[in-house]
T-cell receptor
Framework: DADVTQTPRNRITKTGKRIMLECSQT?????MYWYRQDPGLGLRLIYY???????NKGEISDGYSVSRQAQAKFSLSLESAIPNQTALYFC??????????FGPGTRLLVL | DAKTTQPPSMDCAEGRAANLPCNHS???????VYWYRQIHSQGPQYIIH???NNETNEMASLIITEDRKSSTLILPHATLRDTAVYYC??????????????FGKGTRLSVIA
């Protein structure tokens, strides 16, 4: 079984809809992250959490919110999806050594 | 975090060593050099990291210059499966800093048969 899982793997939604992307990990890590990737670009950090009571904004948090329901779960929400949020979304986890382990990604299309 | 500079793309013949350079001229004394790669649209994969000594693992070797202003990732015998985007990242060690990794655009390595 994968250490970091993301659901759904693919999602098509319409402008204005609220959607949630979920991430779960079995590595026992405290730190979790959400990134987005646009075609031809590197990853950009949306939000990160160093433990269940710690949530921090990343480089591009506008239009997104997160919830750290437990050590193993970190969800990303788009309150009102817009077309320029069409992207590939990655969840990652890390322990104290800061080596990050990434999930397989969620491909989101906003029409 | 210090900024890194990498060439946008490189080619390498299959079976040959792939040498990927990275400049990090403003690196601080407590910042590590990390390398990740991303194959097609999969999640990035950790390769190796180091502070000032050269490092080697089962995937690659990392050579850091004595002044730490640049480094080279070496894949000793590149295969077609090594075709990917390679990211060089510098950051403080986790215990002494709370900032996460910052990914740039990386180097797109194409291994050619």
């Amino acid at each position: 079984d994968a250490d970091v899982t993301q659901t759904p793997r693919n999602r098509i939604t319409k402008t204005g809809k609220r959607i949630m992307l979920e991430c779960s990990q079995t590595k026992g890590h405290d730190r979790m992250y959400w990134y987005r990737q646009d075609p031809g670009l590197g990853l950009r950090l949306i939000y990160y959490s160093f433990d269940v009571k710690d949530i921090n904004k990343g480089e591009i948090s506008d239009g997104y919110s997160v919830s750290r329901q437990a050590q193993a779960k970190f969800s990303l929400s788009l309150e009102s999806a817009i077309p320029n949020q069409t992207a590939l979304y990655f969840c990652a986890t890390s322990g104290l050594r800061e080596t990050q382990y990434f999930g397989p990604g969620t491909r989101l299309l906003v029409l | 975090d210090a900024k890194t500079t990498q060439p946008p793309s490189m080619d390498c013949a299959e079976g040959r060593a792939a040498n990927l350079p990275c400049n990090h001229s403003t690196i601080s004394g407590n910042e590590y050099v990390y390398w990740y790669r991303q194959i097609h649209s999969q999640g990035p994969q950790y390769i190796i990291h180091g502070l000032k000594n050269n490092e080697t693992n089962e995937m690659a070797s990392l050579i850091i210059t004595e002044d730490r202003k640049s480094s080279t990732l070496i894949l000793p015998h590149a295969t077609l499966r090594d075709t990917a985007v390679y990211y060089c990242i510098v950051r403080v060690a986790a215990r002494s800093g709370n900032t996460p990794l910052v990914f740039g655009k990386g180097t797109r390595l194409s291994v050619i048969a």
